[in-house]
């Protein structure tokens, strides 16, 4: 009986220890990229875990993790990569940030064939987790951007104009200025498009919003 007592003890505080260790590691993932806004550091952290004995799923985690620093950094074809190659299966409940990143850097590098291609594949699996309420404007996000490298203007113009008003963090910000500058563009909107392209500049500064227009010069 005292054996089991203390093998329960055991079992308690390496749980409680391993609780308060991701919730740190948490607070530090969040700080770095969306308080300090910096991708690169978060990468960093991210690799330093990736160096550790872990899990298959720990690791395959830890790397989607890692893509949403590449696709903020405007590192796209490293992250599409690493979600092709090195992602052995995907979590259970990370299917949509991993369709997250994938089809964002697939459509912002220039491969929008392939990425319709893959979202009629995975449309299934992501209209579920939207039917659950689950990462509902992660997803909008999704075929908002489809919509736009479709051309179709009419579908996404609402949600990227609502985007920076429902935004928990800067980089959702500067995707909807962008995109609505973009819009913009398109329509003939000159005045307006500069002030939204500004704006995206603004809340996306040192991330992919940068390499986005300057690939746009």
Not at 179 to 205: C, H, P, Y
């Amino acid at each position: 009986m005292y054996a089991v007592l203390v093998f329960l003890a055991v079992i308690f505080i390496y749980s409680t220890v391993r609780r308060r260790t991701l919730e740190k590691q948490v607070e530090l993932f969040n700080r770095l990229l969306y308080v300090e806004k910096s991708p690169e550091k978060y990468i960093a952290e991210v690799d330093k875990l990736l160096l550790k004995i872990q899990s298959g799923k720990e690791r395959n985690i830890n790397l989607i993790q890692k893509t949403t620093g590449l696709l903020y950094a405007g590192e796209f074809k490293e992250a599409i990569t690493i979600l092709k190659d090195s992602v052995s299966k995907i979590p259970p409940n990370w299917q949509v940030i991993y369709y997250h990143n994938l089809l964002l850097c697939m459509y912002l590098s220039g491969d929008a064939k392939g990425a319709d291609k893959l979202l009629s594949e995975v449309k299934d699996t992501i209209d579920m987790y939207y039917k659950k309420d689950y990462n509902k404007v992660t997803i909008g996000l999704i075929y908002a951007v489809s919509d736009f490298y479709n051309g179709n203007i009419a579908g996404c113009r609402e949600f990227f104009s609502n985007l920076p008003y429902i935004s928990k963090n800067d980089y959702r910000i500067a995707f909807g200025y962008y995109f609505t500058g973009k819009i913009q563009e398109i329509e003939n909107k000159a005045e307006d498009a500069e002030e939204s392209l500004k704006k995206s500049m603004t809340f996306g500064r040192g991330s992919f919003i940068e390499k986005l227009q300057e690939g746009q010069r």
